[in-house]
């Protein structure tokens, strides 16, 4: 099947420079002693999930306990759910996940560690803590050392150590630097803390994709569970943690409308993209790459609003354009199904199996 | 089953609310002598689309071929397909609805037009024309009169009239009353342009929400194509087109965390809400119906970051809450199934059949 066959609108993967991009973080990661635990939020897809297992990651991350029943079938070592998991009937769910491999839930409340002890079932624990997000997590001092003390004491949690989201720092350049320097400095605060309370954190993990190759310099750290990076996004090019040529997902859209003056309409608005923002100057919904000048202004659902004034160039109706997401998380979470390809040949079609597993 | 049984997050629809907002407007229509071709893109289930037909709609609206194949469910009298309908395989399909049903589509180009045409196939078609909201649409005057002299010439296409978008007009207030006196004198002088071509317009199809009660205003309009009305949501409060009590739809939420200082984290993000903004001030994400002082600021992916401050209460991990969202429609597109309830009774859950049919 030929590229130009795909129905538009449509997720396309580039599977050279996706298979790039894990071998890179896989080749970091092992270069520095990190554990890699992966997001599997990103691509939602369990024959990805095995590669990743395969270059080396320790185990797999999802944020939704239905994710992780999906990804049992890419046979992970252990999973990690890194999301308060609150509820009888998802806390019986992945009591069923945890008859088929090791599970591990990140908890910030002594609720939420209770119902899991009470399962019967043996979890793996991690605190979590925030480290700035604002999230989730307890403050460091004494509101993380009161909920050592109290889930440690409960049957049947396994502590393993820490857990933590450095969303909040979105820059690899100087800046990101800097706040990576006192996320350091707050970690090992953290550590005492632990120590504290005659505790060991086997794990500390973090994540986030913008600042994963600048992990070795966060003191403590020894897991990321970064997810992005398998396809990489528009705000990923603009955080500084890659360029252009990494980003392995885009939009193949077609052009609809010329009917506006300066202006062309793409098949594909809020119900293909998201509505996610762009973090840096100018807003915006995405990056055309045949027209970079073109400026992706506005979207309604089934709507894509391009500015193609400062491109130089006309677009016919029927034209077929690729568009990288601010976010490819959310975006691939609204299709059914994934393209993968070599130069102009479809390769496979993947069913986004964890799409949707909101429960 | 109770509601309480319900895993969140999830959307819950109250029926008695709904048909209450089906009927007002089946009545409103009616009174004013209009057609109602409600928009499916909002509820996505032919069950509901069978129940608009039951109350006089006089046909279906769709924006693409898939949503136009699941909804021959509802056994519709017509479909609209109100979006340009490009690429061989889509009219391919296209043509095949159109053995079950009538189809119309809006076309705004001679290539759309050109392309139909040659699927062999009859198609009613409307002319696209923009009123304001510079999406798709040619110009009124000339470049309409081009439009309808080139594509009523083509075989296989049968005329029915015009179509257009006022989704520039978002308020039901003074100012809308105003912008819709404009777009009155502007119909009439397109209506003008078709007269000047010796064609008749049977169909003058707008389609909009907010304005939706005060269509009767619009001289020359004689059909709707408003879409939300079934649920509505935080938008259509804000533009005065119902009340909170005319919501019929809500995402049922659990609070997971509360670990930040006038902070609850709802276990609904951008994945559960989708991220589309609001129009009115002050931002946001959603009316939490328990604390309406609680202001949604932000969103993640899976997270919802819920500020308590103001609301004088706190929420214990657990605790469920009911939130409108700012833009139903891409709410609904996300998720697998819908849970219908009478007070705290669930009475169905439907499957949101046409979800992901951007195809």
């Given at each position: 099947m030929h590229i130009s066959e795909i129905e538009t609108p449509a997720v396309v993967v580039d599977l050279d420079v996706m298979e790039r991009n894990l071998c890179r973080l896989a080749d970091y990661t092992r270069r520095h002693n990190l554990r890699l635990r992966p997001h599997t939020k990103t691509h939602k897809i369990p024959a990805l999930a095995e590669r990743q297992l395969e270059l080396g990651a320790a185990g797999l991350t999802v944020a939704k306990v239905g994710?992780?029943?999906?990804?049992?079938?890419?046979?992970?070592?252990?999973?990690?759910?890194?999301?308060?998991?609150?509820?009888?009937?998802?806390?019986?769910?992945?009591?069923?996940?945890?008859?088929?491999?090791?599970?591990?839930?990140?908890?910030?409340?002594?609720?939420?560690?209770?119902?899991?002890?009470?399962?019967?079932?043996?979890?793996?624990?991690?605190?979590?803590?925030?480290?700035?997000?604002?999230?989730?997590?307890?403050?460091?001092?004494?509101?993380?050392?009161?909920?050592?003390?109290?889930?440690?004491?409960?049957?049947?949690?396994?502590?393993?150590?820490?857990?933590?989201?450095?969303?909040?720092?979105?820059?690899?350049?100087?800046?990101?630097?800097?706040?990576?320097?006192?996320?350091?400095?707050?970690?090992?605060?953290?550590?005492?803390?632990?120590?504290?309370?005659?505790?060991?954190?086997?794990?500390?993990?973090?994540?986030?994709?913008?600042?994963?190759?600048?992990?070795?310099?966060?003191?403590?750290?020894?897991?990321?569970?970064?997810?992005?990076?398998?396809?990489?996004?528009?705000?990923?090019?603009?955080?500084?943690?890659?360029?252009?040529?990494?980003?392995?997902a885009s939009l193949l859209v077609t052009v609809v409308s010329r009917a506006v003056n300066g202006q062309v309409i793409i098949d594909g608005g809020s119900k293909a993209f998201s509505s996610d923002a762009y973090w840096g100057p100018g807003g915006g919904f995405g990056h055309l790459l045949e027209a970079p000048q073109a400026v992706f202004r506005k979207m309604n659902e089934e709507h894509g609003f391009v500015d193609i004034r400062e491109t130089g160039r006309s677009f016919p109706v029927g034209a077929r354009l690729r568009v990288i997401p601010n976010h490819i998380c959310p975006a691939v979470n609204l299709h059914d199904r994934v393209y993968t390809v070599r130069q102009d040949q479809v390769e496979q079609v993947w069913e986004v199996a964890a799409r949707g597993k909101l429960q």
């Amino acid at each position: 099947m030929h590229i130009s066959e795909i129905e538009t609108p449509a997720v396309v993967v580039d599977l050279d420079v996706m298979e790039r991009n894990l071998c890179r973080l896989a080749d970091y990661t092992r270069r520095h002693n990190l554990r890699l635990r992966p997001h599997t939020k990103t691509h939602k897809i369990p024959a990805l999930a095995e590669r990743q297992l395969e270059l080396g990651a320790a185990g797999l991350t999802v944020a939704k306990v239905g994710e992780a029943e999906v990804m049992l079938k890419a046979r992970p070592p252990g999973i990690l759910v890194e999301y308060p998991v609150i509820g009888r009937e998802k806390i019986e769910r992945l009591a069923e996940v945890a008859r088929h491999t090791r599970v591990t839930v990140a908890v910030d409340s002594v609720e939420a560690a209770e119902a899991l002890s009470a399962a019967g079932t043996e979890f793996g624990i991690l605190a979590e803590v925030d480290v700035g997000a604002a999230r989730v997590g307890v403050q460091p001092g004494a509101p993380l050392r009161d909920l050592l003390r109290r889930i440690t004491r409960l049957p049947n949690l396994y502590f393993e150590g820490l857990s933590f989201f450095q969303g909040h720092i979105l820059s690899a350049q100087a800046d990101g630097v800097l706040a990576l320097e006192r996320l350091s400095v707050l970690i090992e605060q953290i550590l005492a803390d632990i120590k504290q309370e005659g505790l060991q954190a086997q794990v500390v993990s973090g994540g986030n994709t913008p600042t994963a190759f600048l992990s070795h310099q966060i003191r403590g750290l020894n897991e990321i569970r970064s997810g992005t990076y398998i396809f990489n996004d528009r705000n990923t090019v603009f955080s500084g943690g890659c360029a252009w040529e990494d980003c392995a997902a885009s939009l193949l859209v077609t052009v609809v409308s010329r009917a506006v003056n300066g202006q062309v309409i793409i098949d594909g608005g809020s119900k293909a993209f998201s509505s996610d923002a762009y973090w840096g100057p100018g807003g915006g919904f995405g990056h055309l790459l045949e027209a970079p000048q073109a400026v992706f202004r506005k979207m309604n659902e089934e709507h894509g609003f391009v500015d193609i004034r400062e491109t130089g160039r006309s677009f016919p109706v029927g034209a077929r354009l690729r568009v990288i997401p601010n976010h490819i998380c959310p975006a691939v979470n609204l299709h059914d199904r994934v393209y993968t390809v070599r130069q102009d040949q479809v390769e496979q079609v993947w069913e986004v199996a964890a799409r949707g597993k909101l429960q």
